[in-house]
């Protein structure tokens, strides 16, 4: 399945699927081999595996294995520094894709309750009238009271 819910076809390629073995992946990311050895023993870019224990590694793969190698290289920062600058962004990314759900959820939790409201509102009586504030004058009303007549 996809982001949006549609089933993906099984033989479609995308940025994930593990297709490069580890020569290719070291030519296409310009690093030896024993580098991205070194970098899967280490956790900073793992591999899917083939049921031969071969590492097969996808185009996403790669991307971060030239980040890794940016960062080492031109950053001047340290494989444990690398490491953990990876796991803070996947936890980001993790953190912004739950944040996406919330704000779904809690749009259709509001579209739910728009729509019970006018389902109240719709409910209610025609038959009854609406107040209208009384109009204040100046005008002066007498009071009489009736006289009781007797019974003689």
Do not use: C, F
């Amino acid at each position: 399945m996809d982001a949006h819910g549609r089933r993906r076809n099984p033989y479609e390629l995308t940025e994930e699927t593990p297709v490069y073995v580890i020569s290719v992946a070291a030519q296409l990311s310009g690093l030896h081999p024993q580098t991205l050895r070194q970098y899967d023993r280490l956790g900073l870019v793992s591999p899917d595996r083939t049921a031969g224990r071969g590492r097969r590694y996808s185009a996403r793969d790669i991307e971060l294995l030239r980040q890794v190698q940016q960062l080492s290289q031109d950053e001047g920062i340290n494989l444990a520094g690398i490491k953990r600058i990876i796991e803070l962004e996947n936890q980001v990314a993790a953190l912004q894709s739950r944040v996406a759900e919330l704000q779904s959820a809690l749009e259709g939790a509001a579209a739910a309750m728009q729509q019970r409201e006018a389902a109240v509102h719709a409910s209610y009586r025609r038959d009854l009238v609406p107040y209208q504030e009384v109009q204040h004058t100046s005008a002066l009303v007498v009071w009489r009271p009736k006289r009781q007549q007797s019974a003689d």
